[in-house]
């Protein structure tokens, strides 16, 4: 294909992938009551009753802005993968286009696994910590600003998405050569000692939130050595 033809395939898959942004993006606006009662349904069984609020005239509008274009990139990915697959597509051979394709889907899985336990698990904990040190009788009122939160429990929830991508990050380390099962046996200890310590900056300063995110980062790891003596067969 020449290379303007090859323009003008990239720009239809930006237009596409736009496009579907814009919808999305409408639709979480148009619906922007029935995502704001998910995200604050960690918040509903919590001893203490968090009092949200918002400081400026503007601030409903922006939140609703902002979180609508954010929900609409999430809802959005699997077409721009699709773009992105229908561009390079014809450059790849069969080999390559199903690891990638793999490794696509595999990501993706990890990464809704990873926001399903921050979102379920570990935002939860957390909220019920922090809103504790607070006392029912004390005259001092739980009030946060809606942004404040919403931007924590999206934060947070994102964050363990990445976490979740270990496994998917060993798969490409591991078809390069650059992880082995010998080494990560190595660095077991190091990466356990780190997951913890990962867990108390992460979560709330009590053993069972630590616990909460270090299970399963060192449940992830194990996995990873795995993948890595399936990719290298010759150096297990």
Avoid at 152 to 173: A, E, K, R, T
Avoid at 195 to 213: R, V
Wanted: with cysteine; net charge positive.
């Amino acid at each position: 294909m020449p290379f303007w033809d090859h323009l003008e395939e990239l720009r239809w898959c930006l237009i596409k992938s736009i496009f579907t942004i814009i919808i999305f993006t409408i639709y979480s606006f148009l619906n922007w009551e029935y995502f704001l009662d998910i995200l604050l349904k960690p918040s509903e069984n919590l001893n203490v009753k968090l009092n949200f609020q918002v400081l400026k005239i503007t601030s409903i509008f922006i939140i609703k802005i902002s979180c609508s274009i954010l929900i609409g990139l999430i809802f959005s990915v699997p077409v721009i993968l699709y773009q992105t697959w229908r561009f390079v597509n014809p450059a790849l051979n069969e080999k390559f286009r199903f690891n990638i394709y793999f490794l696509t889907v595999i990501s993706m899985l990890f990464f809704v696994i990873g926001l399903c336990f921050g979102f379920s698990i570990l935002i939860p904990f957390s909220l019920d910590f922090f809103s504790s040190m607070i006392d029912s009788s004390s005259f001092v009122k739980y009030n946060i600003t809606l942004d404040n939160y919403l931007y924590y429990v999206i934060w947070l929830s994102l964050l363990c998405g990445m976490i979740f991508q270990l496994p998917v990050i060993s798969i490409y380390f591991s078809k390069i050569g650059l992880f082995t099962p010998a080494f990560l046996r190595h660095y077991r200890k190091h990466s356990y000692l780190f997951f913890l310590i990962l867990g108390a900056i992460l979560t709330p300063p009590d053993p069972l939130s630590q616990i909460a995110i270090g299970i399963p980062l060192i449940i992830l790891y194990e996995f990873s050595i795995f993948i890595s003596l399936f990719y290298n067969k010759n150096h297990g």
